[in-house]
């Protein structure tokens, strides 16, 4: 039996690799979605892609101390009940 040199075995590993990606990411190719003028995605605005379920919201900020004394500010912002 004949043993095989490392270098062939790397080459073997990194050729099975490629070929699983290729054949992995061959069905992967979808039709892409059609454009929509009626959707906005921008910093601070947001519509188009569902219909809003709340009206209102509330926004409570807080701070929360950790080990070493920092505080840290955070802020949940959240549906206001119906």
Known sequence: MRRESVSSR???RILYSISLAVILFSGCQGKAPEKNSN???ELGRYSGY???VYSEWVR??????????TKLAFDIIRPAEI
Do not use: A, F, M, W
């Open 10 to 12: 790397i080459k073997y």
């Open 39 to 41: 959707l906005i995605s």
């Open 50 to 52: 569902s219909k809003p």
């Open 60 to 69: 409570t900020s807080q701070y929360i101390e950790v080990r070493d004394g």
